[in-house]
């Protein structure tokens, strides 16, 4: 599927860390940042998730909630948040069905090679449920939660 700015993002529900489900409509009135990584405990994913943590309190205070999603399960996802001390939600699509729905399971190139799977790559998401932005990839993911934030506070000038 595409997903397209300003258009309403389609509504999901995922098992968190804890397997306590979590929607996409339980954060209605709040700005989500929705992440889509590869693999918990691999480097670059631990770089894009840690600037995350990092910048998390500039995030909340724009009134924006932070979910991470990956094909990991709840336990890879509880030692993943221990490990570096991550303050938000990692959801777990082991079908990779909500990946699929936002693109962000697919073929991509991965040492010069054609394959099939995570696409890493972020939605946001505005209070009132329509995509406000839709990075399809992301090229440096140590330096794209700074990106995301710009973007964010750009939002409020």
């Not at 954060?27 to 693999?39: A, E, I, N, S």
């Not at 918990?40 to 990092?54: H, M, V, Y």
């Not at 995030?59 to 924006?64: D, K, M, Q, R, V």
């Not at 079908?95 to 995570?118: F, H, L, N």
Request: hydrophobic content about 35%.
């Amino acid at each position: 599927m595409n997903i397209e700015e300003n258009s309403a993002a389609p509504n999901f529900t995922l098992k968190d860390q804890n397997e306590n489900d979590v929607s996409l409509s339980d954060f209605r009135g709040k700005t989500v940042v929705l992440y889509f990584y590869p693999k918990d405990n691999t480097p670059g994913c631990t770089k894009e998730s840690c600037s995350f943590r990092d910048n998390e309190p500039a995030f909340t205070a724009l009134n924006a909630v932070i979910l991470g999603v990956s094909p990991d399960g709840a336990d890879s996802h509880i030692r993943f948040i221990e490990k570096f001390g991550l303050p938000f939600t990692l959801l777990s699509d082991p079908e990779k069905t909500v990946m699929s729905e936002y693109g962000a399971w697919g073929e991509k190139m991965m040492y010069g090679k054609k394959r099939i799977g995570t696409i890493r790559s972020t939605v946001v998401i505005g209070p009132n449920g329509d995509v406000l932005k839709h990075w399809k990839r992301v090229p440096k993911a140590a330096n794209h939660p700074e990106k995301v934030l710009a973007y964010l506070q750009s939002l409020e000038d």
